[in-house]
């Protein structure tokens, strides 16, 4: 079993960052994804890394998020800059391990002036 614990959500102004963190306590994460969640719309992939490292990106997050993971503390980040009012979403952290898959509890980012 997994238990994910999310961090760093807010509100912010339309141009600036916010830096998000899911901690896994449990099992070792093999794969990590982040995932967002508007009201009224599906959940919809915002960037995942591999066990190796390599990276994707969803095409309306590219070259302003950066998802990366410390494996020393089973953690993933997700840094996001130039952040937009369309960004707004509950946003949340998937992991995958030993073939299972979890998600944690979401956590708000607003942007907003």
């Known amino acids: 079993q997994v238990q994910l614990v999310e961090s760093g959500g807010g509100l912010v102004q339309p141009g600036g960052s916010l830096r998000l963190s899911c901690a896994a306590s449990g099992y070792i994460v093999n794969a990590w994804g982040w995932y967002r969640q508007a009201p009224g719309k599906q959940r919809d992939l915002v960037a995942q890394i591999t066990n190796s490292g390599r990276t994707s990106y969803g095409d309306s997050v590219k070259g302003r998020f950066t998802i990366s993971r410390d494996n020393a503390k089973n953690t993933v980040y997700l840094q996001m800059n130039s952040l937009k009012p369309e960004d707004t979403a509950v946003y949340y952290c998937?992991?995958?391990?030993?073939?299972?898959?979890?998600w944690g509890q979401g956590t708000q980012v607003t942007v907003s002036s």
């Open positions: 998937r992991a995958v391990s030993l073939g299972n898959i979890y």
